[in-house]
């Protein structure tokens, strides 16, 4: 089962992209609510998977994709966003985001992003 770690500064993004995890077969290992938070659960955790929200307090998503990347260059980040924020993604992706599912989303299309990110997971 894959692992993830969800990070969004809103319980309630958390825990509705939790429960589609779930729902997906994923098993979320963890949570944050900023990028500073993030990076530290992802050194503890190690996960297959990240869920990373770009825009949070204390410590960004692109922020916290660029620390964790620096550390972990094989780590699979998939950015969160907000319609109109695609300079935000384009520079998270520039720095080690593998991907990228827009608010709102349905079950469907946030599991062919994970599936796709973690294509290589399941071959191993």
Do not use: C, W
């Not at 916290?64 to 998939?78: D, F, H, L, M, Q």
């Not at 520079?91 to 299309?109: M, R, S």
Request: glycine residues 4%; proline residues 4%.
């Amino acid at each position: 089962m894959r692992r993830v770690l969800v990070v969004d500064d809103a319980l309630f993004m958390r825990v509705t992209i939790g429960n589609m995890l779930k729902e997906l077969q994923f098993e979320v290992v963890g949570e944050a609510e900023n990028g500073k938070i993030a990076v530290e659960k992802y050194r503890e955790l190690q996960p297959d998977i990240v869920t990373m929200d770009i825009t949070m307090p204390v410590m960004s998503g692109i922020e916290a994709v660029k620390s964790i990347t620096a550390e972990y260059p094989e780590a699979k980040i998939v950015m969160i966003s907000a319609l109109g924020q695609q300079r935000l993604l384009k520079e998270a992706l520039e720095n080690g985001a593998k991907d990228f599912i827009t608010k709102p989303f349905h079950p469907v299309q946030l599991e062919q992003v994970m599936n796709n990110v973690t294509m290589d997971f399941d071959e191993k």
